[in-house]
C-alpha cells in the first residue's frame, strides 16, 4: 500500500477542506488501518505558477519516475510560439488633456506563407464610447522566417523593425521608446514559449495522465475537478504526484484515501456507469452520423469507432471486477453501439 502524507497547501475549489494538523493526524489513521478496507484514493491537481519546465526536464522525470512517456506533452512549436507572443504584446494609454482618447498598440497577421509569417504593429485611437477615430496600419513589423523544422533550433528566426517613415505614424520620442520596448517584449516571449511549457500544456499534461486508462480515474465532482483512482493505481499516481511537485510553484497532485465504505463505493459505481454511458451515447452519435451521411464509411472510420469502444469497456472491465457490479445503467446504449459497429462492419465488407 502507498503510504500518503499530508499538504499544507490549500486545496482547489470542490475539494474538501482541512487544516493541515486535523489532516496529517486523519492520514496518519487511515495509513495505518490494513489494505482491504481502502478502496483507492481521491485525486485532485492544481498547476500553478510554474517554473521553466523545458522538454528534456520532462523526458528526464519520466523516465526516472518510470511514467509513461506517451503521456508527455506534443513538442513545443516555434510558430505556436510566435504567434501566442503576438497575441499577449499590447499596449494601452490614454490621449488628450483629460485622458477622453485612448491609443491601443497591438500586432496584427497581415500574411503567411510556407517560409514566413507577418504580423504588423498597429495604432488605433478611440474616443470615450470605443468608436475608432484614427488607425495606423504598419508602426513596426515582425517576420517569422519557419526554418526547416517546427521547434528551437531547426533554422527559424525572428526579425523586427521599427517603421519609422510609413504613412502617418508621426511617433514621438517616447512613442519610439514604447514601440521600441514592445518589440523586445515580443522578442522575450517568442523565446520563453519556445522553450518551455505554459500551464495550460501541463495542465492538460497531468489530466491526460489521471483520465487515461492506464489509470483510470473517474470524475467524481465535475466542477471541483475531484477524482477517484482504484488502489491498484496508487504506486503510479505517486509517482505522478511527484512530477508535479517538480514542476514548482503552488503545483500539486494530492492523493486522499478513500475508504471501502457501502455510501463512497455506491457513489463510485454511479459515476462509473454515468460516465461509461456518456461515453458510449457519444460513440453511437459518431456512428450514427456516419451511418447516415450516406458517404462510403472508411475502413480508418470504422477503426477508428472499433478502438474507442475498445478502450471504454477495457476502463469498464476494471470497475466491474474491482467494484464488484455490472453495465446496469449502461445495457441499452451498449446493445446500441455494439448494433452499430456491426452495421460499420456490413458497410466496409459490401462496398470491399
Known amino acids: ?19 493541515a494538523a486535523d489532516l496529517a493526524g486523519y492520514l496518519n489513521e487511515v495509513n495505518a488501518l490494513p489494505d482491504e478496507v481502502i478502496l483507492g484514493a481521491q485525486v485532485w491537481y492544481r498547476i500553478a505558477e510554474p517554473e521553466l519546465v523545458t522538454r528534456d526536464m520532462l523526458e528526464r522525470w519520466f523516465a526516472e519516475l518510470e511514467l509513461d512517456p506517451v503521456f508527455l506533452p506534443p513538442r513545443l512549436r516555434t ?16 490621449l488628450g488633456p483629460a485622458g477622453q482618447y485612448t491609443s491601443t498598440l497591438r500586432f ?10 507577418i504580423y504588423h504593429l498597429v495604432r488605433q485611437i478611440t474616443d470615450a464610447k470605443r468608436i475608432a477615430l484614427h488607425f495606423s ?35 514621438t520620442q517616447d512613442e519610439i521608446g514604447i514601440v521600441e520596448d514592445l518589440l523586445g517584449q515580443l522578442t522575450d516571449r517568442y523565446q520563453r514559449h519556445a522553450r518551455y511549457y505554459h500551464g495550460d500544456k ?18 467524481l465532482n465535475k466542477s471541483g475537478g475531484l477524482y477517484f483512482a482504484h488502489k491498484a493505481h496508487n504506486a503510479e499516481l505517486a509517482a505522478l ?3 508535479v511537485g517538480r514542476l514548482g510553484g503552488s503545483s500539486q497532485l494530492v ?78 446504449a451498449l446493445e446500441l453501439v455494439r448494433a452499430q459497429l456491426g452495421r460499420l462492419a456490413n458497410s466496409i465488407a459490401e462496398a470491399s
Do not use: W
Open 137 to 171: 496600419p504598419k508602426i513596426a513589423e515582425a517576420i517569422f522566417y519557419r526554418g526547416k523544422g517546427a521547434v528551437l533550433g531547426s533554422g527559424e528566426r525572428l526579425r523586427t523593425t521599427v517603421n519609422l517613415s510609413g504613412g502617418d505614424n508621426q511617433l
Open 202 to 219: 501541463l495542465r492538460t499534461m497531468v489530466r491526460t495522465y489521471i483520465t487515461s486508462s492506464r489509470l483510470n480515474a473517474v470524475l
Open 108 to 117: 496584427e497577421r497581415v500574411s503567411a506563407d510556407p517560409n514566413r509569417v
Open 79 to 94: 510558430i505556436d510560439a510566435f504567434e501566442k507572443a503576438c497575441a499577449q504584446t499590447k499596449h494601452t494609454a490614454p
Open 255 to 332: 492523493l486522499m484515501p478513500f475508504l471501502d465504505l457501502p455510501s463512497l463505493r455506491a457513489l463510485v459505481i454511479e459515476q462509473f456507469q454515468t460516465e461509461t454511458r456518456e461515453q458510449l451515447e457519444q460513440l453511437s452519435a459518431t456512428m450514427g452520423e456516419l451511418l447516415t451521411s450516406g458517404k462510403p464509411i472508411t475502413v480508418e472510420q470504422a477503426t477508428r469507432c472499433k478502438l474507442i469502444y475498445d478502450d471504454v469497456m477495457s476502463r469498464a472491465e476494471e470497475y466491474t471486477e474491482s467494484l464488484d457490479t455490472a453495465l446496469e445503467d449502461t445495457a441499452d
Open 1 to 19: 500500500m502507498t503510504t500518503l502524507t499530508a499538504v499544507t497547501t490549500p486545496a482547489p475549489a470542490g475539494a474538501p477542506p482541512a487544516p
Open 241 to 243: 504526484a511527484t512530477l
